[in-house]
T-cell receptor, first 112, second 112 residues
Framework: GEDVEQSLFLSVREGDSSVINCTYT??????LYWYKQEPGAGLQLLTYIFSNMDMKQDQRLTVLLNKKDKHLSLRIADTQTGDSAIYFCAERGVAGANNLFFGTGTRLTVIP | KAGVTQTPRYLIKTRGQQVTLSCSPI?????VSWYQQTPGQGLQFLFE???????NKGNFPGRFSGRQFSNSRSEMNVSTLELGDSALYLC???????????FGPGTRLTVT
């Protein structure tokens, strides 16, 4: 089955860039997603990338996809204290199915 | 446009009871998926409904069931509650012909 892995914790200083990494195992994944979860809240979709793309940029967010290594990363430029949250990487699995497989989440702490 | 709404937001039940959770998708979205989030198992897919039909089901016991109504609203039911069913239950809806999923705030279920 699909297996998505992330490191558990990341700390950065306010104003620096954050890079959150994710590896996945299903080479047939078509879409990969990044979600943000703040305490007591649901998941907020940040961005997603189709598997035939290498990069996608959306304001302060840059997603890089290395399909050969099955590696996905999310870069947050000029990280702010409001970016402190848990970030989940997810993959959409088998074509025709819409269920998402999530990583364990990376807790990002931004130090003022 | 209003987001995905879930009711109730919090629920406390006793072992052996049953519970029904409700989800209203974003207007125009016909696909609704349910996920369970626990500290131990992370985010796991329960099932997906589209046009009142269950399209896909995760690896959960038969005590977990769901349904979708003609207005796309969905309910999930858990019978014979166990302590391990304590979790945040998240509902997500998907736009037509698209692959991103938008999540609601979740229902936090506590089983005592």
């Amino acid at each position: 089955g699909e297996d998505v892995e992330q490191s558990l914790f990341l700390s950065v200083r306010e104003g620096d860039s954050s890079v959150i990494n994710c590896t996945y195992t299903d080479s047939s994944s078509t879409y990969l997603y990044w979600y943000k979860q703040e305490p007591g809240a649901g998941l907020q979709l940040l961005t997603y990338i189709f598997s035939n793309m290498d990069m996608k940029q959306d304001q302060r967010l840059t997603v890089l996809l290395n399909k050969k290594d099955k590696h996905l990363s999310l870069r947050i430029a000029d990280t702010q204290t409001g970016d402190s949250a848990i970030y989940f990487c997810a993959e959409r699995g088998v074509a025709g199915a819409n269920n998402l497989f999530f990583g364990t989440g990376t807790r990002l702490t931004v130090i003022p | 446009k209003a987001g995905v709404t879930q009711t109730p937001r919090y629920l406390i039940k006793t072992r052996g009871q049953q519970v029904t959770l409700s989800c209203s998708p974003i207007s125009g979205h016909r696909s609704v998926s349910w996920y369970q989030q626990t500290p131990g198992q992370g985010l796991q897919f329960l099932f997906e409904y589209f046009s009142e039909t269950q399209r896909n089901k995760g690896n959960f016991p038969g005590r977990f069931s769901g349904r979708q109504f003609s207005n796309s609203r969905s309910e999930m039911n858990v019978s014979t509650l166990e302590l391990g069913d304590s979790a945040l239950y998240l509902c997500a809806s998907r736009p037509p012909s698209a692959y991103e999923q938008y999540f609601g705030p979740g229902t936090r279920l506590t089983v005592t």
